[in-house]
């Protein structure tokens, strides 16, 4: 209801300085009115349902049925309709299509297969600038650095500082940088007592590091994205699959479409593989493992019962997370929690051996995990907790005092900035951007506090992904049950129950990360968007149970859900050619104005 509200009287509450509504005003309202129908169908779905049938039941409904039914018959009886009908029976005749066909979960895994196949197509022609085979270089290229100085036994890169650099009096002061003529240095490298060293987590590097004997030229950090990124979407796509069958195997097999396109081409994650650079590789790298352990954790407590070598798996990944993107930790701590909770219940809460051998399963990679970690911090800087972020030289996002970079007084902004800001739209190709934030963007009730940066382009989940406004739904119906006393019996309910609150707790804690931040930027999102894609596939399979008694509603979901992932497909494609450096028109300038005068129609 507050969208409607702001973007009916946004003119008026000094919002929007044009009187005439714009795309983002009128985008802003539909985003509204999706989320207050959603959330009334939440909560009041029972009287709907009734409501509808006594509309069903009148005698105005039956005779637009009958108009409907006569309007059908016409349409049936065309030529052209019996030729795509009779197409589309002798495709069903081809006996692979038929064996898909006649098991549910398999045209479901068809459905993502096929859809995990066209994402990664697609990121293989974003980042080869169209080409499909030539990799265009980029400048980007810190783990390969560092597992260099690993390869040679030390923990600081083989580059060293210049002189000028650690001559200075503070030189992690961009403006005493600045003013030094001629000063060449590591962007964005930690600098410590005269050495290099990198604040993001090592674990690509040791990969990297592992397989550099077998490579004779320097690894990019894009090599790695690509990996991470195309890893990610199976690992979504397998999840997605594990939940349908446990939960809701009756859910339509093309159901699984649209959340993993809705995923994988979404503003967020195309923007990493648009912009290749440490950067994305730590953020790509870090769901990867976080969504991987996730994954483990589903199939390790699924059956009712533990499964020692998955939660092992999962401890693993949830390690390897941390140690790509130490900002995970706090999420991780959450998941780690709630799996010995569920692990304590399912025991029927009792200590016993196999409780107890299923937490050292999951216990022991993450503890070895931590201490090498923490040795890592410690022989670095000398505390085990540093990752060396304080160090970093780069520029006003690091203010003076290093208890600034994180603050509650950026939560109104950040929250603003993550959850609503619009895309922008022009006439000109690619016609949708993700605005660079300037002080005239922001609304009147949001006053900026002191040392807040946003130099960085960033869109808002619900303006730029409406696929994933379903992922509210979950939650509500969750706390419904609460509020009613409704215990679940099954215990594939108390399951999905539990993987509910999981899943809403993660999501929770990776985005209150982000809210205390000094600075929004677009990447950041990509940390929640693989977990709210999970939740918003559960509350769509939850929203078509409850309607099941309903089919106008019901449709009328689907219908929602189709036209949500479509926009969100397009907004993530058409921000995607405008992303960071510009990949395509930079590298294939020949491709990308033709599509521009394709587009254009000029």
Same mark, same amino acid.
């Given at each position: 209801m507050g969208? $409607?509200?702001?973007?009916?009287?946004?003119?008026?509450?000094?919002? /929007?300085?044009?009187?005439?509504?714009?795309?983002?005003?009128?985008?802003?309202?539909?985003?509204?009115?999706?989320l207050s129908i959603t959330m009334i169908l939440a909560i009041s779905w029972t009287k709907v349902i009734g409501v509808a049938r006594r509309v069903a039941g009148s005698p105005s409904f039956r005779w637009l049925i009958q108009c409907q039914q006569v309007l059908l018959q016409t349409i049936q009886h065309s030529p052209t309709y019996r030729f795509l009908i009779g197409l589309e029976h002798g495709?069903?005749?081809?006996?692979?299509?038929?064996? $898909?066909?006649? /098991?549910?979960?398999?045209?479901?895994?068809?459905?993502?297969?096929?859809?995990?196949?066209?994402?990664?197509?697609?990121?293989? %022609?974003?980042?080869?600038?169209?080409?499909?085979?030539? %990799?265009?270089?980029?400048?980007?290229?810190?783990y390969d650095l560092l597992a260099q100085a690993f390869q040679h036994g030390q923990l600081h890169l083989l580059q060293s500082p210049p002189t000028e650099l650690t001559s200075l009096k503070n030189p992690y002061d961009y403006r005493e940088r600045e003013a030094q003529t001629g000063l060449s240095y590591?962007? /964005?490298?930690?600098?410590?007592?005269?050495?290099?060293?990198?604040?993001?987590?090592?674990v690509p590097a040791a990969i990297l590091t592992a397989i550099k004997p077998l490579l004779a030229v320097p690894v990019e950090d894009q090599y790695l994205l690509y990996m991470f990124s195309c890893g990610l979407v199976v690992i979504v796509l397998l999840l997605l699959l594990a939940m349908r069958k446990a939960f809701f195997p009756n859910a339509p097999g093309w159901s699984i479409a649209p959340f993993l396109l809705g995923f994988g081409l979404a503003v967020p994650v195309l923007w990493l593989v648009n912009r290749p650079a440490i950067y994305e590789t730590a953020i790509a790298g870090g769901q990867f493992f976080l969504i991987?352990?996730?994954?483990?954790? =589903?199939?390790?407590?699924?059956?009712?019962?533990?499964?020692?070598?998955?939660?092992?798996?999962?401890g693993l990944c949830w390690t390897f997370s941390i140690g790509t993107r130490f900002n995970l930790v706090i999420?991780?701590?959450?998941?780690?929690?709630?799996?010995?909770?569920?692990? =304590?219940?399912?025991?029927?809460?009792?200590?016993?051996?196999?409780? $107890?051998?299923?937490?050292?399963?999951?216990?022991?990679?993450?503890l070895l995990g931590g201490a090498i970690l923490g040795s890592y911090n410690f022989a670095r800087f000398g505390n085990i907790l540093e990752t060396g972020h304080r160090y970093q030289l780069t520029g006003p996002a690091l203010p003076e005092n290093y208890a600034w970079v994180t603050s509650p007084r950026y939560i109104l902004p950040n929250l603003y900035s993550y959850l609503l800001r619009p895309l922008t739209f022009e006439s000109g190709f690619p016609f949708v951007f993700a605005p660079f934030v300037k002080e005239s963007m922001w609304p009147f009730f949001i006053h900026l506090p002191e040392h807040y940066y946003y130099s960085e382009p960033v869109a808002g989940l619900f303006p730029a992904i409406p696929v994933l406004l379903t992922a509210i739904l979950p939650p509500i119906f969750l706390i419904c049950n609460a509020l009613k006393?409704?215990?679940?019996?099954?215990?594939?309910?108390?399951?999905?129950?539990?993987?509910?609150?999981?899943?809403?707790?993660?999501?929770?804690?990776?985005?209150?990360?982000?809210?205390?931040?000094?600075?929004?930027?677009?990447?950041?999102?990509? /940390?929640?968007?693989? $977990?709210?894609?999970?939740?918003?596939?559960?509350?769509?399979?939850?929203?078509?149970?409850?309607?099941?008694?309903?089919?106008?509603?019901?449709?009328?979901?689907?219908?929602?859900?189709?036209?949500?992932?479509?926009v969100t497909v397009i907004f993530g494609v058409l921000v995607g050619f405008s992303t960071g450096d510009k990949r395509l028109e930079t590298n294939n300038p020949a491709l990308y104005y033709q599509i521009a005068s394709w587009l254009s129609r000029q």
């Open positions: 969208l $409607i509200i702001l973007g009916v009287f946004a003119y008026s509450l000094g919002l /929007d300085h044009n009187p005439e509504w714009g795309r983002s005003r009128i985008l802003m309202v539909l985003v509204g009115c999706g495709f069903r005749r081809i006996p692979p299509v038929s064996w $898909i066909e006649a /098991d549910p979960s398999r045209e479901a895994a068809a459905y993502g297969i096929t859809s995990a196949v066209l994402v990664i197509l697609i990121y293989t %022609w974003f980042i080869t600038a169209g080409t499909l085979t030539h %990799w265009f270089p980029y400048y980007s290229h810190y590591l962007w /964005d490298a930690s600098l410590y007592q005269g050495n290099y060293y990198l604040y993001w987590g090592p991987g352990g996730l994954a483990a954790a =589903f199939q390790g407590l699924l059956k009712g019962k533990s499964t020692p070598i998955w939660l092992f798996l999962a999420a991780v701590v959450i998941f780690v929690v709630l799996v010995i909770w569920r692990l =304590f219940q399912q025991m029927g809460r009792k200590i016993n051996h196999s409780f $107890i051998s299923a937490v050292l399963a999951l216990g022991i990679p993450l006393n409704r215990k679940e019996s099954a215990v594939e309910n108390r399951f999905q129950a539990w993987w509910v609150l999981l899943l809403t707790s993660g999501s929770l804690m990776l985005l209150g990360t982000l809210l205390l931040f000094i600075s929004p930027s677009m990447r950041y999102l990509a /940390d929640v968007v693989p $977990i709210l894609t999970l939740l918003a596939a559960l509350g769509f399979w939850q929203a078509r149970v409850r309607l099941k008694n309903c089919p106008l509603l019901c449709g009328s979901i689907t219908v929602l859900l189709l036209a949500a992932v479509l």
